[in-house]
């Protein structure tokens, strides 16, 4: 579908992540395709006639007619825009739609060679200045910042791990726990999951930011503050008051299911299990498994509700795999001994699995962490 765009009338866009990423140019929308592989919580925004016919795949919208008109509709829906169009057009198009620093969006802008990021609006309170250090690493590119107090090169606490397209659980902290990281007080850092590469600054990390081994080793050290990246439900009456859960991409879910299965219990099974299991659902990178399910709606529609990676894997790479419990029944009709197991084994790369296999109503699930 291609939104047209029109004079005085709200865009009809589908937001679907924190930040938008626009382009009207060839060049402009290879950065901003490169950009979205590399921050994936983003939605990319160009016109239609630059189509390739892969955008449903890759969170694309299209558009025709002038640009201008589509920034009504992302300020009022994102955090941040990134526009990868010249810096005098930016701002004769959205001074307009400015109110207010408390409100206004973060607004960067990229050249269109991909060489320069500039934050452009809202730096401080808006977090552009975090989000340009966040684009131009994802880029390879220099962040131009132009105010003097974020030459401190500390964490972004609303962008940490946003590459890696980790989410927070609640912004409710942000803000608190902004001012202790700025502040240079006391802040624990407890990593159980995910990417291990998010410091982004070539200075060492300040002696205020202090890594744990354990949640319990952190609190007893009784820090102003915590950032605690973690796929585990946690109790946070355990935890100091001022913290930020961020949520790693870092379980992957392994299905098989009867032909025709519902997407409604496809879904209730997944976040029953994970309920069981203890882990959130916003740690889920992927759904895994075979060839022969590949068209199941209940599969796409899944996967497609909660933007996850939908990968399926051949009769020789699932028989690969160790399958702890091998059905014969399902072997002689598919011509694999299990589906959800070796799914999860193949796309994790972990022996572990958090949950080896659950057979529920017309499915079966299987659970991993990916390994990094």
């Given at each position: 579908m291609v939104i047209e765009l029109q004079e005085d009338v709200l865009a009809p866009i589908e937001v679907k992540h924190q930040y938008a990423v626009v382009a009207i140019?060839?060049?402009?929308?290879?950065?901003?395709?490169?950009?979205?592989?590399n921050f994936p919580?983003?939605?990319?925004?160009?016109?239609?006639?630059?189509?390739?016919?892969?955008?449903?795949?890759?969170?694309?919208?299209?558009?025709?007619?002038?640009?201008?008109?589509?920034f009504p509709a992302l300020f009022k829906h994102y955090d941040g825009i990134i526009t990868i169009i010249s810096l005098g057009a930016v701002v004769r198009m959205i001074a307009p739609l400015l109110v207010d620093k408390k409100v206004d969006p973060?607004?960067?802008?990229?050249?269109?060679?991909?060489?320069?990021?500039?934050?452009?609006?809202?730096?401080?309170?808006?977090?552009?200045?975090?989000?340009?250090h966040t684009v131009a690493d994802a880029l390879g590119a220099n962040a131009v910042i132009t105010t003097?107090?974020?030459?401190?090169?500390?964490?972004?606490?609303?962008?940490?791990?946003?590459?890696?397209?980790?989410?927070?659980?609640?912004?409710?902290?942000?803000?608190?726990?902004?001012a202790a990281v700025v502040n240079e007080e006391h802040v624990a850092i407890v990593q159980e999951a995910g990417e291990k590469n998010w410091w982004m600054h070539d200075a060492p990390m300040p002696p205020s930011l202090v890594e744990y081994a354990s949640l319990e080793s952190a609190m007893a050290a009784k820090p102003d503050a915590a950032l605690i990246i973690s796929h585990r439900l946690l109790n946070e009456d355990d935890l100091v008051e001022n913290h930020v859960i961020y949520r790693p991409k870092s379980l992957v879910i392994g299905m098989g299911c009867n032909r025709g299965t519902l997407a409604e219990e496809v879904d209730a099974v997944i976040k029953e299990t994970l309920q069981e299991l203890g882990l959130s659902i916003k740690s889920v990178k992927a759904l895994v498994t075979f060839e022969l399910k590949?068209?199941?709606?209940?599969?796409?529609?899944?996967?497609?509700?909660?933007?996850?990676?939908?990968?399926?894997?051949?009769?020789?790479?699932?028989?690969?795999?160790?399958?702890?419990?091998?059905?014969?029944?399902?072997?002689?009709?598919?011509?694999?001994?299990?589906?959800?197991?070796?799914?999860v084994r193949l796309y994790s790369g972990n022996d572990e699995l958090l949950l080896v296999k659950k057979k529920s109503g017309?499915?079966?699930?299987?659970?991993?962490?990916?390994?990094f």
């Open positions: 140019t060839k060049h402009g929308v290879d950065i901003a395709r490169r950009l979205h592989a919580n983003t939605d990319v925004y160009y016109m239609s006639k630059f189509e390739r016919g892969d955008e449903r795949e890759h969170n694309v919208q299209l558009f025709k007619n002038s640009v201008r008109m589509l973060a607004v960067v802008v990229i050249d269109d060679r991909g060489d320069n990021v500039i934050s452009m609006l809202s730096g401080h309170l808006g977090g552009a200045n975090a989000l340009t003097a107090s974020d030459v401190q090169k500390t964490i972004p606490v609303d962008l940490f791990g946003a590459k890696f397209g980790w989410q927070w659980d609640s912004a409710e902290k942000l803000t608190p726990v902004s590949r068209d199941e709606p209940c599969f796409h529609d899944i996967t497609s509700k909660y933007d996850w990676q939908f990968k399926w894997y051949t009769k020789d790479e699932l028989n690969s795999q160790l399958v702890t419990d091998p059905s014969d029944t399902v072997f002689k009709y598919t011509g694999v001994y299990g589906v959800s197991e070796p799914a017309n499915t079966t699930i299987s659970v991993a962490e990916i390994l």
